[in-house]
């Protein structure tokens, strides 16, 4: 079995760097995970009408109201299976610009052939993402159509007027040695949101389960 990522992007992921392929690699078969480790140079949001908006996002670790330069986060990506016999990943991210981190937590799985982003502690939002591999080996990822779920029976398309489309691009520095990651968080109307850009090394433990620690309160069924 391949990893979501090279399902998602089918011959395409094999023009990803060979770093790049060993990073979206991950999954129950792949018998690793990816746990990395950097500096976001620089975590910045927009006008300051935003800040309620980033506020309640964090509530449940949707997204992250600090702004900072040369701010240590980590990420981790492991392989589990949810309740629902779905392969998963984490996609957990810490970052440590005051004395207790902030967390934007997310988990991936396939769906339909295209790789589906939960995001938050609860897995209130799902997500469907568009990946596109660049010429240089690197990976576009961009969000797109959202739905939110609540409880058994709340769920509606939510609407992209109050939230926002993220573009991330990540690519593997061969000189340097490092995975380098930008994204930026925009909504049609208002404009920027939110957007992070930084650098970061991988270690890949052996991994066949992920940390509870990493896995949410409340897997969601509906895609």
Not at 75 to 80: K, L, Q, T
Not at 160 to 171: N, P
């Amino acid at each position: 079995m391949t990893s979501i990522f090279e399902s998602a992007l089918g011959d395409d992921f094999a023009r990803l760097s060979p770093m790049m392929q060993k990073r979206f690699g991950v999954g129950l078969d792949s018998g690793y995970a990816c746990v990395g480790t950097g500096v976001m140079s620089q975590i910045r949001r927009g006008p300051w009408w935003v800040v309620p908006f980033l506020y309640t996002g964090k509530l449940r670790n949707i997204l992250i109201p600090d702004v900072g330069e040369n701010v240590p986060f980590t990420i981790e990506n492991y392989p589990y299976r949810d309740p629902f016999g779905r392969e998963t990943v984490t996609f957990v991210r810490e970052y440590r610009v005051r004395r207790r981190p902030s967390r934007f937590d997310a988990t991936m799985i396939l769906s339909n052939g295209r790789v589906l982003d939960y995001l938050g502690t609860h897995q209130h939002l799902a997500v469907d993402l568009d990946l596109k591999v660049d010429d240089d080996g690197s990976l576009r990822l961009t969000s797109n159509a959202q739905r939110f779920y609540e409880g058994r029976f709340v769920g509606f398309r939510f609407p992209m007027l109050f939230s926002g489309r993220a573009q991330l691009h990540e690519r593997f520095d061969d000189a340097a040695g490092v995975y380098r990651i930008r994204m930026e968080v925009h909504n049609r109307v208002f404009g920027f949101l939110f957007g992070y850009e930084g650098e970061f090394t991988c270690e890949f433990p052996a991994a066949a389960d992920a940390p509870v620690r990493l896995k949410p309160v409340r897997h969601e069924r509906r895609v």
